[in-house]
Every structure is written in C-alpha cells, then in structure tokens.
C-alpha cells in the first residue's frame, strides 16, 4: 500500500519518519508527471519544491500556521497534501481545482496569487494581523529568486526584517545566484545555528544575562553584538542579515533531514527569518531537469519522450512571429520579457535585435 494512498491532511504527515517523508516524495512525484502530462501546467517547478513542502506541513500546522507560495503555480504538492488529492485529476480543467492557490478552494490556501513578488508583503500583513489579534502560528512565504526580480519583495523584505513579527521567508533559488556563505566554518556554523537546542540555550542566556541587577541589559547588548561581529567575520555577511533577518542557508532543497532542521529552527525563532533553500526544477523527471524552460508551463505531452501532444501554434509563439515581421519595418518597436523570453516567445526577438 502506497503512503499517498492514506495521507488525507498535514496532520498524517506527521506520523511519518524520514524514510517514509523520501517515499512520500517520489510517489508525490510520480503523480505530478502523470497529472500534468494529461491537463497541462507548472510541471519544473512543482517538481522542484516537493521535499520543500512536505517538509514544511511536517513541521507547521496549518491553517494555523499560514503558508503564502509566490507566484503560487508551485502549489500542487501543497495542493494534494491538503486533501486535494482526489481531485487533482482535474488541474487546471473547467469545474476542476486552480492551478494556483485559492482560498475558496480550500482553508490551507490563505492567499490567492498568480503575479510574481506579492507573498512577502502578504505574508507580512498576515504576521501583523497575528501579533494584533493576539492570534498563534508563524507565516511563512516561499518565494523563488525569479519574484526577487519585482520591486515589491524588496519593499516587503525592507518593512519586515527588524519588525520581530515571527515572518519566515523561503528563498526558493533553483537559478540566481545569491550571495552565500563560503567555506567549511561556515557550514558548521550553519548546522550549529539551526539546531533547535542551540536556539533555545542562546535564548536563555541572554534572557538569564538581560536579569542582572544594573548590568545585566548592557552585558546581553554586548553578547549579542559580539556574537553578530565574530559571525560577521567568520563569512560573508548576506543582503538578508543587513535587513534584519536571521539567515540559514544554503540548505539542500532536497534532503528531508536538512529541510526539517531548519524548519525547526526557524520555528523556535522570535524574529524574522530568512532561509536560503536551493533546489533543482524539474527534479526526478529527467526531460524536465534538462530543459526546465519548456515544462515551466507546457500543455499534454508524452509522459515517456516529454514532447508536447500537440503541434499547432500557441498564442506566445503567433505573437513572437508577428512581432518579428512587425519590428522589420519599424525600428522603433521594443520589447521587455517578463524574464522569461521563450515562455514569452521573444526567443526569436531577442536573437534579431538583442540591443
């Protein structure tokens, strides 16, 4: 009996060990392909962040707990873990599910999203409502490096690093690169730093320090600005830590133990935190891992070639077409790519008039 075959709800992924989280994945994996293969949609992605999202209902509780997905089209995982899974044979099709988060759809889809860079000030206008409430949970956004292209996730990181509203953000970087730290003190103090137990002991002495009768508040003060120098010091400090954030990372976006880690960690947080996850699009499908491009959005295709079902003209590649023949008699016509140029079918522009 396959493990998805009684997963109904978060709650049952938390029985699971890690052996068991790895199974999970893979048969989560080979429903995507299948799926996609027949409706359509955000096939790369998806199959990029499935240890990600498995890891992150093992280790939060949501809708307590509220997780935002930027752009969202990398929900599916999220999707059949919250008892969407029998209807997943319907993505993307009339009456079926959205291929996006909606919250009609369901309690766990607390933001309905389809442009890029709006998780984070979502999420932070989630957090605040928490802290007025007096309500419990961490909101978490996972957002991928191509939405760090839109202003608005760096407004949104500007009002939140130092705002202590238990905000966790997720780097999702399968592309960009992102400064990092280097070196193998850098690793160790990264496993260091995530460990539940150190969190919780830092806590305590700087509470236990902050006590002392006269001293105690500057001697914390001092703790902490050392511990920040020497960290400092030791690798690179990111753009992250200069906003306020804790940073983690890199983490493997694919190793479960890793992930859930972290996850604890950040948890165990009273503060924003930042973690920098790298993953592979297209992950366990091999056509996918060798041109993420083309399954970033792709309709049916042979799920044992991965070439699309159908050979007619979409909508991108007419417009690519007519705007090539348009800019031969104009010289005046410009185009901007929403950083993706095939999915855009500005390939051919580009290589006429790269200037």
Aim: proline share 3%; aromatic share 8%; glycine share 10%.
């Amino acid at each position: 009996m396959s493990i998805l075959s009684w997963v109904n709800s978060p709650k049952d992924i938390k029985k699971l060990n890690t052996d068991e989280l790895n199974d999970l994945c893979a048969e989560i994996r080979e429903l995507l392909i299948s799926t996609v293969s027949k409706t359509g949609g955000h096939l790369a992605s998806n199959l990029g962040v499935v240890e990600l999202t498995v890891a992150l209902h093992k280790v939060f509780n949501s809708p307590v707990d509220q997780i935002v997905f930027d752009v969202g089209h990398q929900c599916y995982t999220h999707k059949i873990l919250t008892g969407r899974k029998n209807e997943f044979s319907t993505l993307r099709t009339e009456g079926g599910i959205s291929g996006f988060t909606r919250p009609v759809e369901s309690e766990h889809d607390i933001f309905s999203s389809g442009h890029s860079s709006t998780s984070i000030s979502a999420a932070v206008g989630l957090a605040r409502a928490k802290q007025i409430k007096g309500e419990k949970g961490k909101v978490i956004a996972v957002i991928g490096d191509g939405a760090l292209t839109g202003g608005l996730a760096y407004e949104a990181l500007n009002n939140s690093g130092n705002d202590n509203s238990n905000l966790i953000v997720i780097l999702n970087d399968n592309n960009m690169s992102i400064s990092r730290n280097v070196g193998s003190m850098a690793k160790n103090l990264t496993t260091i730093r995530t460990s539940p137990r150190y969190v919780t002991f830092k806590s305590k002495i700087q509470r236990g320090l902050a006590r002392i009768p006269k001293i105690g508040t500057q001697i914390s003060r001092t703790f902490t600005y050392i511990n920040s120098k020497i960290r400092k010091k030791i690798y690179h400090a990111t753009f992250f830590e200069d906003l306020g954030f804790r940073y983690y990372g890199p983490i493997d976006g694919h190793d479960i133990d890793a992930l859930i880690d972290v996850l604890k960690a950040a948890k165990a947080h009273n503060h924003s935190v930042l973690i920098n996850v790298n993953t592979v699009k297209g992950k366990g499908y091999n056509p996918a891992e060798k041109n993420p491009t083309q399954f970033h959005g792709i309709g049916k295709f042979d799920i044992n070639t991965g070439e699309p079902k159908s050979s007619g003209k979409n909508f991108s590649s007419t417009f690519g077409e007519t705007i090539c023949k348009f800019a031969e008699h104009d010289g005046r016509i410009c185009c901007v790519t929403a950083a993706m140029a095939e999915g855009t079918g500005l390939c051919e522009f580009a290589d006429k008039y790269p200037q």
